[in-house]
């Protein structure tokens, strides 16, 4: 799990990487929570995400946007976390040129961040998106999905209302040629934070189920 130092639309920013073992290995690029709120790389739900991609075999970044940790920059609302979401996306490409496919997973904000790069980069082929912020930040803009992708969402979370994920999911999933899996975990909050297991273990499986499509 090497650190990494790479250049972001505001200057450095900084990550943890690892190489997937096979030449053309799939890529994964992590997005963490609310920065305003404490949202890092090191968020337990991104870490272990970062861990079951790496372990399944993917070349896996996880970086923290501007102004988090060592990375250089200040806030910018979303605009500029998106903007430092490419540049990280740019970076894990030219460390994969023979990539066989590309993923985005986010958390909370990191999820709307990456729903965004999913409607600017064709080159994305899946998503996992953990409770998207659906009630605090615009997703209309996903018209039509280009992917196909997961959604876990926890049934008891209090920061987002598990009825306007379940009608994000469903709005998706009447588009034609979208698959849109999407899982509640009972008893979980937005942060999962008893049900980090059974988040982990629907990732994985949803992992499991496309890779041997």
């Known amino acids: 799990m090497p650190e990494v130092i790479f ?7 900084e990550g943890l990487y690892t190489q997937g073992k096979a030449e053309n ?37 996880r970086f923290n946007f501007r102004g988090v940790g060592r990375s250089q920059g200040s806030f910018d ?39 965004q790069l999913l409607m600017r980069r064709p080159e994305i082929s899946r ?21 196909s992708g997961l959604i876990v969402q926890g049934r008891q ?8 994920v379940a009608k994000l999911a469903n709005k998706l999933t009447n588009q034609r040629g979208i ?5 509640v975990v009972p008893g979980a909050d937005h942060l999962f934070s008893n049900k980090l297991e059974q988040l982990i273990k629907n990732v994985d499986g949803y992992l499991g189920n496309s890779l041997e499509a």
């Open 77 to 115: 609302n979303g605009t500029g976390e998106f903007s430092d979401a490419a540049a990280a996306l740019d970076w894990l490409q030219s460390q994969n040129p023979n990539a066989t496919g590309c993923w985005v997973a986010g958390f909370s904000f990191g999820a709307w961040i990456g729903m």
């Open 179 to 183: 698959e849109i899996d999407y899982r």
């Open 127 to 147: 998503f996992i998106s953990i409770a998207p912020p659906v009630n605090t930040f615009d997703f209309n803009f996903l018209a039509p999905c280009p992917a």
């Open 157 to 164: 979370d209090d920061v987002v209302p598990e009825e306007a």
């Open 25 to 61: 290995a799939p890529t994964a690029l992590m997005l963490h929570p609310y920065p305003r709120q404490g949202g890092t790389m090191n968020n337990r739900v991104i870490y272990r995400m970062y861990r079951t991609f790496s372990q399944r075999g993917f070349s896996t970044l």
């Open 7 to 13: 250049n972001g639309p505001e200057g450095r920013l």
